[in-house]
């Protein structure tokens, strides 16, 4: 199977104020971020935009064939300026997008029968981030012919191979100066925090993380790690600094308000904190059912699936009191799971 890397940079920016391609993202640009993620997954990658505002990057740009047509129009550009079986196509406004979910992608792309492999999130289908074969050229031409440009419309046309995303980071678009200033931020920071019991726990304590990573806080016992986890979950107010969460500052945060919080950041508790009452199953259920996109029929398969993910489908009958710590602890991980967070603690 032979791919082909495409970013789009030929928008206008329009509620951006401007060219958003090239606006500071960590050490260089966002069509930077974006292109080196090509680049890494398909072995390739071509910007699609004017090129005499992108010939200082280091990468190859090729203008627009059409003027004026959107998206539609650089993906027409980007199928006829190379022959491959599939067209990898990101906009250059994607600061979360990672080389490995774009991998993950085209390895879809590479066993579907279909014309468009395409995430899906709660926000819908997103076509400026999918995958399409090259025998939809001429359907890609059609549309221009009839001037029916949109890309939603567009893709509805198409045999689709639809990948559901559970991280909406990924594909989160930077459109205005408040996106631009979201994707600067960090999902979670503590700016010189203190706190004190009868001794300092936390003294000057500064970190960061953000969306995409995982950090681990590690020390002996005593040293801060559950009371800094109980900060971002809003259980203790820090004496001194500021806090972040889900790029909020929630330091002074009422409790109503720290709930919306928890509904996008859960924690797993040391003690797995379930319900003795309820089995194994019906405590994930629980969890399950607090979602607002609950849907009552395929509530089992969801359960059992979780369950075959930490690889206790068999105790899912059982009581709490059955199992070990450790078992405890996967139910819990698989309970928190179960609510699809943003981020887990």
């Known amino acids: 199977m032979s791919a082909a890397g495409f970013v789009l940079v030929g928008g206008r920016s329009t509620r951006m104020g401007r060219d958003k391609a090239l606006l500071s993202i960590g050490d260089g640009t966002l069509v930077d971020h974006v292109a080196k993620s090509v680049q890494s997954a398909a ?107 949109k890309m939603q419309d567009f893709v509805s046309t198409l045999g689709l191979e639809v990948v559901p995303v559970s991280e909406p980071a990924l594909l989160r678009n930077v459109n205005t100066p408040e996106d631009y200033s979201h994707a600067q931020a960090h999902y979670i920071e503590f700016r010189n925090v203190y706190k004190t019991f009868d001794h300092p726990v936390l003294v000057d304590v500064n970190f960061h993380v953000n969306a995409g990573e995982t950090v681990a806080i590690i020390g002996r016992s005593g040293v801060g790690k559950s009371v800094t986890l109980s900060h971002i979950m809003g259980f203790l107010k820090p004496d001194k600094g500021r806090i972040f969460v889900a790029y909020t500052d929630t330091t002074d945060f009422a409790e109503a308000e720290m709930r919306k919080i928890r509904k996008r950041v859960t924690m797993v508790f040391q003690s797995g904190a379930l319900f003795d009452s309820l089995t194994v199953g019906e405590n994930i259920l629980f969890s399950l059912e607090l979602r607002e996109d609950y849907n009552e029929k395929n509530k089992e398969d969801v359960v059992n699936g979780l369950l075959q993910m930490v690889d206790l489908l068999e105790y899912k009958d059982h009581y709490p009191a059955d199992l070990s710590t450790g078992y405890k602890r996967a139910v819990a991980i698989a309970r928190a799971l179960a609510a699809q967070p943003e981020c887990i603690l």
């Open 43 to 149: 072995g390739n990658v071509t910007l699609v935009g004017p090129p005499e505002r992108y010939e200082s990057l280091p990468y190859k740009v090729v203008p627009d064939l059409v003027e004026d047509r959107g998206p539609l129009g650089g993906l027409l550009t980007a199928m006829k300026s190379v022959e491959a079986d599939w067209y990898l196509i990101v906009a250059c406004d994607l600061p979360g997008i990672t080389a490995g979910f774009l991998s993950d992608l085209l390895n879809e792309a590479e066993i579907t029968i279909g014309e468009c492999v395409i995430p899906l999130t709660d926000a819908g289908l997103e076509p400026l981030c999918a995958v399409y074969h090259r025998r939809v050229l001429d359907k890609v031409q059609a549309a221009l012919d009839r001037n029916d440009l």
